[in-house]
């Protein structure tokens, strides 16, 4: 009785998400919503030992009516937490932090992923291990703040997920 009644609500579960089952993977979903903005997929990569930073990689999505702006955050596993950019500069791959935020445009989704957007956790408190988890509190211009909970993955983990079929 009880196992049948969890089948269904799974069962029931997966209907509702059939549209994103491509997307669905063995480490559980965190997804974390304030007012408009969601942001799921959070994950960072383990880090060697000395090593003063860490990259945080998520989706961001804007299902309101204006664009609002990650602007940083605060986490149980460093003294600050940024917003940065990669980009290419004469041919050198470069990082910089974006001082007035990363805007996220009205029904548009933001991907942050290494060689891109990325959070920088600075002042690293503890290395990073594989398979273990932080929490970290993400801060939007207009939407506020919102707890996240980054899964740690190998050091040279790439996006689990092909985005490209909802940008192109
Ligand atoms: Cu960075």
Do not use: C
């Amino acid at each position: 009785m009880m196992r049948s009644t969890l089948l269904a609500a799974l069962f029931a579960l997966g209907i509702a998400t059939v549209a994103n089952a491509q997307h669905m993977h063995s480490e559980a979903t965190a997804i974390a919503n304030i007012g408009d903005m969601t942001v799921e997929h959070a994950w960072s990569r383990a880090t060697p030992s000395a090593a003063p930073v860490a990259g945080g990689y998520l989706t961001i999505r804007n299902s309101g009516k204006a664009a609002d702006k990650l602007i940083g955050g605060s986490s149980e596993i460093s003294q600050a937490v940024e917003v940065h950019e990669m980009a290419l500069n004469n041919g050198v791959m470069t990082m910089r932090s974006l001082a007035s935020g990363l805007e996220i445009k009205p029904g548009e989704s933001v991907q942050l992923q290494p060689g891109g957007y990325h959070i920088m956790f600075t002042g690293l408190k503890r290395p990073l291990k594989q398979g273990e988890t932080f929490k970290a509190q993400l801060t939007f211009a207009h939407a506020g703040k919102v707890d996240v909970v980054f899964t740690i993955r190998a050091m040279n983990a790439r996006p689990e997920h092909d985005h490209s079929h909802h940008n192109n």
